[in-house]
């Protein structure tokens, strides 16, 4: 059996933050603001993994209102999040993931993303699709505001 999921996260950006996408710290005037490293990547393929498999989703199982996870490592929650999905008996296939940012540019960061989204996951980094597009000035991405991202995940049944 095959599934798959969609997953979506945003967060505004703020000065004094780290930027942190995809496990990688992007050097930029501004951070995602969040309870955890505010990592949208992970957060979204977070999301599009566990509802493939029907498991909720990241405020279910690490909820902001639960200090355990004020600042925690997004790419520690995935992994997590994985062993979940594995134990009810899917294997994480493949993802496609795109970042909706007006800055900064983010394709050179690439590579390294896939192989941090690929460790936490067990996906094969050929399986692992990043883009990232603009918003055209609209809205609060198109402003600068903040950061979006969209997350399909495919699972298999083990």
Known sequence: MVRTGIGYDSHRLEAGRALILGGQ?????KGLV???????VAHALTDAILGAAAAGDIGKLFPDSDPEWKDADSLQLLREACELVRYRGFIPRQADITIIAERPRLG????AMAEALSRATGIPVTSLGLKAKTN????????GEGIAV???????SS
Request: charged residues 25%; proline residues 6%.
């Open 25 to 29: 710290r992007i050097p930029f005037d």
């Open 34 to 40: 969040g309870h955890s490293d505010a990592d949208a």
């Open 136 to 143: 055209e000035g609209m809205g609060f991405v198109g402003r």
């Open 108 to 111: 050179s960061y690439f590579p």
């Open 150 to 156: 969209i997350a399909v995940a495919t699972l298999e």
